[in-house]
Each structure stands twice: as structure tokens, then as C-alpha cells.
């Protein structure tokens, strides 16, 4: 086999922003012995630039305020088979349980294999979906042990699934310092209440209490930033808590030079929890200790005492401890921060790709079976 043909099948692809978005992006961008070709939605970018990639890109229908997300997925699948034909690839790479559809119906037409990516909430949100997904594929891969033991209730053969966890880019050289003021760091969109804002604006106080100066920086945007802001208000907090809605990578980038701590205290839900939490990876490799919730994938991407602190997601008594243990402790932080930029460089985007490219070309050699 002179080429292996991969076809990445995926609801949302850059300059759409988002976890799993993002994930993909630096895949197959990191992928060095499969042709890659993505199929995705057409959508109007939430950021201006278009994010490279190496890989052919297929933009196909539309999701908006005249087409709904179940017809335009609907859509996305149907397309996604006949570009399979023209492209008849080796291996298929489904980037979320709702293209699944389309990764088995390729697979009856062409005998293709494919891989499966779980991410976690979705288990809980279309647990028949998932079970479909997984049944069908020839292997899974599940971005930390949390997912993994979710998906061990539709999968018996555990050799299937493959703790794959996603990757990190690595910074280049700092280039702001940290702010005068004592500030704590968010970046998440404002849309899933496991998250933990709630908790970290209830915590807000105390940790003021200890420091007064002391700032919440939040970066994201999305339903919920009303009702935060509004939680702010109530607490006296408006002038300590920045909503700084969605920016760009280079600007957010900028604000994790310039705090002293980053903290999402995300908790499980009925819907869904935090799959991995490359956010925590991404605020160690630049040297910031974090504050995590003690559940879900945090759990994978966060070290106890070691890159950063678990603690119990749903008490903002014991989130401000934390926060406020790190910000007064500067020695504490920085060893945590160092620790946690070397444990960032085991998770940087190349050596993850690597993994998740043996696992494609195997699957692909081995076929259907």
C-alpha cells in the first residue's frame, strides 16, 4: 500500500472553534503517512482567520438559522458516502458518534474499516447513538479512562478501545509577564454548567478575602454568560470578574502568560462532564498551576499535587482554598507550573498524532477482518 487514503468525518472543523474541533485540526495537521481528506459542515468561521491545515478540506451544506442541526448532520452524512466513492479510502476516521451513520454505511459499501473517536458527554447525551458507534467500528478511541469506562458499557472486547488522550501545542518563547495584579484565570465557552463558573464566581469572595487585589479573568463566550454576569452583579463582583467573550488563540494565549493561576472546577452531570480537559495541558505547558474539579477526565489531565489541585468541584469553599493557597504561595505555584510544562511535553501534538496514525495505518492494514 504506496498511500493510505484517510477520510476524516466530522459535524465541525476550523475556524469553527471548540474542543473537538480543535482536536481533529491537530490531528491529521500532525499526521505524516496518511493522505488525509475531511468532510465537515460549511459554516461561517467564529473566528475571522481561516486555521491551516494540510489536509483537503470538503465543505458541504450549511447549519444556520434556516437549516436545522439534525437535517444538516442528516446532509453531512449523505455526503459524506458519495465523497467516500470518489475518494475510496483505506480508513475512515469518525470524529464524533453522530457521523457514524455515514463511517458505516461507507463500510458496508467499501469494506472500509473505521475508528471511532468517543469524547464522553456524548455517551450520556445519545447513549443509542454511541452504542451504534462503537459497536460497528473496528476500534475505538477514548480520550481518557473516564471516557473509556464509559464506553466499556456498549464494548465487552476492551482490546478495542484505545486511551488515546488529545494533544497539546507547545508554546514558543513567553512574551508578556505576569499581570501586577493578582489574577485567576477560565478559558471555556460559557455553554455546559459542568464547567464550574457558578462555583468559581461563589468562590470569588474568599479568595478576595485573602487576597483582596485578586481578579477572575474568564475567556469564552456563550449562552450562559448572562446568567454569570448576572451572578457577578449579585456578589459585588463586577468590577473583579472580566467577561472577555471569545478571543483569539494569540490573545488568549497572552492572558495565560499574565495569570497567576488557572481554574475550572468541572464537575459530572446528568449530561455530561469533562471528557479530558486539554485546557489544564494547555495552561502547564506555560508553566501555570491550575485548580481542577476532582471528577471526569480532569482526573487524567490533572496530577494531584503534583502539576496542579483536585478539588471537590461542587464546594467553592474548598475551590477558593485552593485558588487562594496558589496565589499566595508563589513557590508552590511555580514548582506546580514547572511540573506541569513537563508533563505537557508528553502530550505534545506530534508524539499524540504518532499514536493515533499507527492505530489508522493498523486498522487499514488489518480491514475489516
Known amino acids: 500500500m504506496t498511500e493510505t487514503r484517510l477520510l476524516v468525518l466530522t459535524p465541525e472543523f476550523p475556524p469553527a472553534r ?7 485540526h491537530r490531528l491529521v495537521s500532525n499526521l505524516r503517512r496518511l493522505r488525509a481528506s475531511v468532510v465537515a459542515l460549511h ?10 491545515s494540510s489536509a483537503e478540506v470538503h465543505r458541504v451544506g450549511r447549519l444556520g438559522a434556516s437549516v436545522g442541526h439534525k437535517t444538516a448532520i442528516a446532509d453531512l452524512n449523505a455526503w459524506s458516502l458519495r465523497l467516500a466513492l470518489a475518494f475510496r479510502p483505506h480508513v475512515v476516521l469518525s470524529g464524533h458518534v453522530v457521523m457514524s451513520p455515514a463511517a458505516w454505511a461507507i463500510r458496508k459499501a467499501l469494506r472500509t474499516p473505521y475508528v471511532q473517536y468517543v469524547h464522553g458527554s456524548e455517551v450520556l447525551r445519545r447513549p443509542g447513538m454511541t452504542r451504534f458507534a462503537c459497536l460497528n467500528a473496528s476500534a475505538v478511541i477514548a480520550v481518557s479512562d473516564y471516557t473509556r469506562r464509559l464506553v466499556s458499557t456498549f464494548v465487552e472486547d476492551a482490546a478495542r478501545v484505545h486511551l488515546i ?15 501586577s495584579v493578582p489574577t485567576v484565570l477560565n478559558v471555556a465557552r ?3 454548567r459542568y464547567k464550574g463558573h457558578d462555583v ?3 468562590a470569588l469572595p474568599l479568595v478576595r478575602a485573602q487576597m483582596e487585589r485578586a ?15 448576572a451572578m457577578a452583579r449579585s456578589l459585588g463582583l463586577e468590577d473583579s470578574v472580566l467577561f472577555l467573550g471569545s478571543l483569539s488563540d494569540a490573545e488568549r494565549d497572552r492572558w495565560f502568560e499574565r495569570a497567576h493561576v488557572f481554574a475550572m472546577p468541572s464537575r459530572l452531570s446528568a449530561s455530561g462532564g469533562e471528557g ?10 506555560r508553566e501555570l498551576a491550575v485548580v481542577a474539579g476532582a471528577a471526569g477526565g480532569s482526573l487524567d489531565a490533572v496530577v494531584d499535587g503534583e502539576t496542579g489541585l483536585l478539588v471537590d468541584p461542587t464546594d467553592h469553599v474548598a475551590v477558593a482554598q485552593a485558588v487562594g493557597v496558589l496565589l499566595r504561595d508563589r513557590s508552590l505555584a511555580a514548582a506546580l507550573g514547572r511540573a506541569g510544562a513537563a508533563r505537557a511535553r508528553e502530550y505534545a501534538w506530534p508524539v499524540i498524532a504518532g499514536r493515533v496514525e499507527e492505530l489508522l495505518l493498523r486498522t487499514a492494514r488489518e480491514g475489516l477482518g
Not at 468561521?45 to 491551516?52: I, Q, T, V
Not at 481578579?215 to 454576569?229: A, C, F, I, K, N
Not at 479530558?276 to 505547558?285: D, H, K, S, T
Open 190 to 192: 460559557l455553554a455546559e
Open 18 to 24: 471548540g474542543g473537538i474541533q480543535h482536536l481533529l
Open 276 to 285: 479530558f480537559g486539554i485546557v489544564y495541558l494547555e495552561a502547564g505547558a
Open 165 to 179: 488522550p488529545p494533544g497539546v501545542d507547545l508554546p514558543a518563547a513567553r512574551r508578556s509577564s505576569p499581570s
Open 215 to 229: 481578579r477572575l479573568v474568564v475567556v469564552g463566550d456563550g449562552p450562559l454568560r448572562p446568567v454569570y454576569e
Open 43 to 52: 459554516q461561517e468561521p467564529a473566528w475571522p482567520e481561516e486555521a491551516p
Open 200 to 202: 468559581l464566581i461563589r
